[in-house]
């Protein structure tokens, strides 16, 4: 629907010190699927329930088995709470992921649920039946209200079921696709993005990849790579500022991580998001949800704990440049009411960047 502008990396920027997968991707994680559904349709003035539309659904899919049957270890931490996330609960008691991961906007959170129920009822229709338990679909979200007619809830059991048919590994695309399609981040048009990284082999050659919905922070607040980008460009690059807003950050790993390592790796991607800027406002609904694809590994987990410094690290690092990429990758959008939210003066940062000696590497 809109075309994706090209990613930092393309554009000659070396963000962190670890090498990505050959996607930079979630989906460089052996098996991990990622599918869009993208909704846009009308312009001008917002009608409560009809229109403009500017929203969507992602999903990202940890294996192509049946995920209830062959659940992965996961779990969940909540950065600052003010969002409606559904199954982080169950998954963090429990330690298991059993359906995949559906994002969408706010007021959207109850279709795309159920859809996912549905989803999980046809290839498991012994679920609810006992012996069988019931089912725990996840489910993140951020508020697309300055673009879109949130109050319509146009994303449909259809649109997730789409998306689900249509998850594939290899590129994912960012941006203003999917659930990104009416999000903002740092004053500009946010989204979707996605970056990994390669662990040495002193660290087993593991992968570890993330992706956001990123929908937060102020434009003062940007950083990229330790440059002040959002002070620097001013008032004068993009139209009304975003207040507090929303992330979500899905990490997944192929490593043989406990549940307690995979905690204090997903914490980890909070200095991620902080390196771009992020505070975590009282406003905001900031969620991160992590699961390894290693099966068979119980609680056992890597059996040298010096080695999740490289683990952190990769967090750290895939994180800021997934959101960066979000920036990047996101082309102006007008929505309800005429509402813009232009992309990042790509020209400009990178002359700032330049200036930095950011540039390169």
Not at 98 to 115: H, K, R, S
Not at 285 to 305: K, M, N, V, Y
Request: charged share 20%.
């Amino acid at each position: 629907m809109y075309p994706a502008r090209p990613r930092a990396r393309e554009l000659g920027l070396r963000l962190g010190s670890l090498p990505p997968g050959p996607h930079n991707a979630i989906t460089d994680v052996a098996g991990v699927r990622v599918g869009h559904l993208t909704l846009v349709e009308g312009e001008g003035a917002l009608r409560p329930g009809r229109g403009p539309v500017r929203t969507g659904v992602t999903v990202i899919v940890p294996h192509p088995g049946n995920l209830f049957r062959e659940k992965v270890i996961a779990v969940a931490y909540v950065i600052n709470g003010f969002g409606k996330a559904t199954g982080l609960a169950q998954v963090e008691e429990m330690g298991t992921l059993e359906t995949p991961i559906a994002l969408t906007n706010t007021l959207n959170v109850g279709i795309v649920w159920d859809a996912l129920v549905s989803w999980m009822l046809d290839t498991n229709p012994d679920i609810g039946i006992a012996p069988v338990g019931t089912v725990n679909p996840v489910v993140g979200e951020c508020n697309d209200g300055f673009l879109n007619d949130i109050q319509g809830r146009h994303v449909r059991p259809e649109h997730v079921f789409a998306a689900l048919r249509q998850a594939r590994g290899g590129p994912v695309p960012e941006g203003a696709v999917g659930a990104g399609t009416g999000m903002s981040a740092f004053g500009f048009k946010g989204g979707i993005g996605t970056a990994s990284r390669v662990l040495p082999q002193a660290a087993g050659g593991a992968t570890v990849g993330v992706l956001v919905l990123a929908n937060f922070g102020r434009r003062d607040q940007l950083r990229i790579d330790g440059v002040p980008v959002g002070r620097l460009l001013g008032d004068r690059e993009a139209g009304p500022d975003h207040q507090d807003g929303s992330v979500i950050v899905v990490l997944a790993t192929d490593a043989p991580l406990s549940c307690r390592q995979l905690r204090r790796v997903l914490r980890r991607t909070t200095h991620g998001l902080a390196r771009t800027g992020s505070i975590a406002a009282s406003g905001s609904g900031d969620f991160a949800i992590g699961f390894s694809t290693c099966r068979g590994q119980g609680e056992r987990g890597l059996p040298d704990e010096a080695i999740l410094n490289h683990f952190f690290l990769a967090a750290v690092e895939a994180t800021e440049e997934a959101v960066i990429n979000a920036l990047f990758t996101a082309p102006t959008v007008v929505g309800r009411d005429g509402n813009v939210r232009y992309g990042l003066p790509v020209e400009r940062v990178l002359q700032f960047m330049q200036r930095y000696g950011r540039m390169g590497g």
